[in-house]
């Protein structure tokens, strides 16, 4: 029997490991926890299971890029020197309402071709003591979004320190044809 050949192979593979004692981890969820939101028309996630009162810390300048975004290519488009295909402005949009517009956006403008759009979140000027909630969240999402290969703070004519330029992954496609 097959199986019992593997199983056979799996204790010889074992012999000498010790199991771990209390492996078992427990999760709780807070009272306010927002479980994994899908947006309709993208199959993109974005995961925030923190309670509605956290708010992730950030700095004035957001940065983020994913490993083979070339240095070259990360300033030109720090430096506002790349042609911006699409923005979003979520100002005065609550937290899951702007959650939504983002993968909205982010799943229009790929499915457009565009490779680098604006995300314009604000300073928190307006939050309760001042602490910039959608900054700290959108910098959250875009970094867990696939789709995003980079992002950088803006220059000053974009919005500055209240948005961000996206550098999208390009559609491939099967993803185009429904293949995925």
Not at 57 to 70: H, M, N, T, Y
Not at 109 to 134: F, T, W
């Amino acid at each position: 029997m097959p199986d019992d050949d593997d199983d056979k192979l799996f204790s010889e593979a074992m012999a000498g490991v010790n199991p771990l004692q209390n492996n078992r981890a427990s999760l709780q969820k807070s009272p306010g926890a927002i479980n994994r939101r899908k947006s309709e028309g993208t199959s993109a996630t974005i995961d925030d299971t923190l309670s509605d009162e956290f708010i992730p810390p950030c700095d004035d300048f957001l940065e983020f890029r994913r490993p083979g975004i070339q240095n070259a290519y990360l300033k030109q488009i720090r430096n506002g020197k790349l042609t911006i295909d699409d923005a979003i402005d979520l100002h005065g949009y609550r937290r899951d309402d702007a959650r939504k517009q983002l993968l909205d956006f982010i799943a229009h403008a790929q499915s457009r071709q565009y490779r680098l759009v604006l995300v314009v979140h604000g300073k928190g000027y307006n939050s309760d003591d001042n602490r910039p909630v959608l900054k700290a969240m959108v910098n959250k999402w875009l970094q867990s979004l696939p789709q995003v290969l980079a992002f950088v703070t803006a220059q000053p004519r974009d919005g500055g320190s209240g948005a961000v330029y996206v550098l999208l992954k390009k559609q491939s496609d099967e993803q185009d044809a429904g293949l995925n």
